[in-house]
């Protein structure tokens, strides 16, 4: 007996297709159970980000430095493209159902989520700064507010040079050493590679709509920043956005990182853009904190030619930033960071004045005793 084996063909297609999605259903329902047990049980987010991400980020690093530009925004670009055009591609030419086709977006937006979240987004259930380097938290009182301001403005007046050009080498050069050094004291991840490697964003006109200088790329384990950073700005953010590649997923952390790195660097143009960093997250706390009179006199500590700079920048930004798409970027990354156990939102940047307290406060206890 013999039969048209032809016949059989497509069933035996449907079978493997079929199976194959069952697979892929299956693997990606560990994943997502993976993710979301490591938010939920502490352990398991200091396990990541102490053991494992380091794996993955040299890993993922090493790979996205061989490509000249940012591979990530150019992921995001085609991600975001594809999720919006499919559906009337697959309706028109393929003659999918809806059903199908609204799945199959779900399927990639589901896989997206869970590279994210393995690739770098677990590093938010890591253990705080405080529970890293057992550095106790020194609340806010006036008193050693004023003195932190005190002492702050004071460094800050001494360490000004005009920062005219941008030195990539020496940030890059200085900016490892700052992380080597400060490693093991204030829990964060050396450098993965020697000469780690900043990629300017791919759509900076854009991105400068919006406000923000750099940006770290989680699926390629990658950073980026605006082609448009301007001398004074420019040390303190690949800090930052290194900061973020070594694991820091708190804003204020990696202000944190950024400054202490910068301000012990031995060039004097980098130190002062470490202090000038943080000038206007301290003014922010001042004025929430001290009456009108006590901000004024503050403010008139600090050198001419600081305020003047400071201005300067603003103006420069603001001649390029669009209210509209700023205030949307703004709302959405609001919810993505309180998403993500950043209770305080985009707030979170300015607790940076809070990590440098204790820190000085924990710094002083440490030399009297």
């Known amino acids: 007996m013999t039969f048209n084996k032809c016949i059989f063909l497509p069933f035996k297609y449907d079978l493997r297709m079929e ?44 790979f996205s430095r061989l490509i000249p530009f940012a591979i990530g925004d150019l992921f995001i670009a085609l991600s975001i493209a594809s999720v919006l055009l499919y559906p009337a591609y697959a309706r028109c030419f393929q003659k999918k159902k809806w059903k199908h086709i609204l799945l199959n977006d779900v399927e990639y937006l589901l896989w997206i989520y869970v590279w994210f979240y393995l690739a770098w987004g677990l590093n938010y259930s890591q253990p705080n700064f405080y529970q890293r380097t057992s550095i106790p938290y020194t609340a806010y009182t006036p008193d050693n507010f004023q003195e932190f301001v005190d002492d702050y403005i004071e460094k800050l007046n001494a360490s000004y040079v005009d920062v005219t050009s941008i030195n990539k080498d020496l940030i890059r050069r200085e900016t490892v050493r700052g992380y080597n050094q400060i490693s093991d004291t204030l829990g964060v991840h050396r450098p993965f590679h020697k000469s780690p490697r900043a990629k300017t964003m791919l759509f900076t006109p854009l991105i400068s ?56 660097s031995q060039a004097r143009g980098i130190r002062f853009c470490g202090y000038f960093s943080v000038l206007g997250h301290v003014l922010v706390n001042a004025r929430r904190l001290t009456n009108e009179e006590q901000y004024k006199e503050l403010f008139n500590k600090i050198r001419p030619e600081i305020i003047e700079l400071s201005q300067k920048n603003h103006k420069y930004w603001m001649e390029k930033y669009s209210p509209l798409i700023g205030d949307i970027q703004d709302c959405i990354y609001d919810l993505y960071l309180k998403g993500n156990k950043i209770q305080s939102g985009r707030k979170n940047y300015s607790e940076v004045v809070g990590l440098l307290i204790s820190y000085e406060t924990w710094k002083k206890l440490i030399i009297k005793n």
């Open 19 to 62: 199976y194959k999605q069952k697979i892929r259903y299956i693997a990606l329902c560990v994943l997502l159970l993976i993710i979301w047990s490591t938010q939920l049980i502490p352990a398991m987010g200091k396990v990541y980000a102490h053991d494992i991400y380091p794996v993955i980020a040299y890993c993922l690093s090493s």
């Open 209 to 264: 709509m919006v406000g923000v200088t750099g940006s770290m790329g989680p699926f390629f384990c990658e950073f980026t920043l605006n082609g448009d950073l301007l001398p004074s700005q420019y040390p303190a953010t690949y800090a930052h956005e290194l900061a973020h590649l070594l694991g820091i997923s708190s804003e204020a952390e990696a202000n944190f990182y950024a400054y202490q790195v910068c301000t012990r």
